[in-house]
């Protein structure tokens, strides 16, 4: 039976907009310490996969950004905690017309699944406010597989949680690296660029259509 696997963030879930990513700079106090903030955003970004692994908490992730940046983050007292806050609250909106499809995919059947790089702080709020998460099944997350997309190995462990067989799995998502890595770890992968396409294909591929191959 051909599945249908999902990322979250940038599908269902909303990506970062500019008031998101303002509200950390504020609580990591980057003016303050007179951080730059695009090298700072570089770090958020390259050093994120041991977080989203579940393998650091949120004082190691910015401790680790604070070495490359020379910024002593831990030493501030409060400034951790209010930055992962603002951090979780950055990623807090979804796409409604996103969440009516899966419901309705959920509605005829389909027990559509999801992969999501996210941390445990991020996905325990979001298991609080997001109702919708539990109509995935499986749902599957980094935080709890200890592997962060790209990871050959966590679509290994998708791919055996759907049944064994790569072939008859056709994920989505908006990552392009991600999608290639899919492709190489033995998955049917599409670039996920908006509703309609995804819509597409997915009708397409649970029909018997030949896509998702590199």
Request: charged share 20%; hydrophobic share 45%.
């Amino acid at each position: 039976m051909r599945k249908l696997l999902f990322d979250l963030f940038g599908l269902f879930m909303k990506i970062q907009n500019d008031a998101g990513v303002a509200g950390i700079h504020q609580a990591a106090q980057l003016d303050e310490l007179g951080v730059d903030v695009n090298r700072f955003d570089v770090l958020y970004r390259q050093l994120r996969d041991p977080l989203d692994a579940g393998t650091q908490n949120y004082a190691q992730y910015l401790a680790a950004i604070g070495q490359e940046l020379d910024v002593d983050f831990l030493a501030i007292p409060g400034l951790v905690d209010a930055t992962e806050q603002a951090d979780v609250e950055s990623w807090t909106d979804h796409h409604d017309d996103m969440v009516a499809w899966l419901e309705q995919l959920h509605a005829q059947g389909k027990k559509p699944a999801v992969l999501s790089n996210v941390p445990h702080t991020h996905l325990a709020w979001l298991k609080e406010n997001k109702p919708w998460l539990a109509l995935f099944e499986p749902a599957l997350f980094s935080c709890n597989l200890g592997l962060a997309k790209p990871d050959p190995a966590i679509y290994q462990a998708a791919i055996d949680a759907l049944g064994g067989d790569g072939d008859e799995i056709l994920f989505f998502d908006d990552t392009y690296a991600n999608v290639v890595g899919a492709r190489e770890a033995g998955l049917r992968a599409v670039h996920f660029t908006g509703l309609a396409q995804a819509q597409r294909d997915a009708e397409a591929f649970l029909a018997g259509a030949d896509i998702g191959h590199a």
